[in-house]
Nanobody, 120 residues
Framework: QVQLVESGGGLVQPGGSLRLSCTAS????????MGWYRQPPGKQRDLVAF???????NYVDSVKGRFTISKDNTKNTWYLQMNSLNPDDTAVYYC??????????????WGRGTQVAVSS
């Protein structure tokens, strides 16, 4: 069974920074794609940042230049460095990944989410 566990959320003042982590554990043999989504209060869950299997990073326009997605293959972990945070970044952040789980099978997994609140 595969689990994705996020950490690093919290309360931060506008202009501050946070780094979110997502660690995959369980039975898998590869992590193909890694992503971060967020769901603000009362709104839908949307993609924030995505790291392809080829290592290409893509971001939603609202976070370009402020957020950076990265990975540490040795730890089965990917990160979201968030700088210059503003109240519009307040949301529950979820990590998502496509993992190899057996043979040629891939499966998509979600973490349970971590709360980020930006407020003075």
């Amino acid at each position: 069974q595969v689990q994705l566990v996020e950490s690093g959320g919290g309360l931060v003042q506008p202009g501050g920074s946070l780094r979110l982590s997502c660690t995959a554990s369980g039975r898998f043999f590869a992590i193909y794609t890694m992503g971060w989504y967020r769901q603000p209060p009362g709104k839908q869950r949307d993609l924030v940042a995505f790291l392809s299997s080829g290592g290409n990073a893509n971001y939603v326009d609202s976070v370009k230049g402020r957020f950076t997605i990265s990975k540490d293959n040795t730890k089965n972990t990917w990160y979201l460095q968030m700088n210059s945070l503003n109240p519009d970044d307040t949301a529950v952040y979820y990590c998502n990944g496509d993992l190899g789980v057996g043979g040629s099978s891939r499966a998509n997994f979600w973490g349970r989410g971590t709360q980020v609140a930006v407020s003075s």
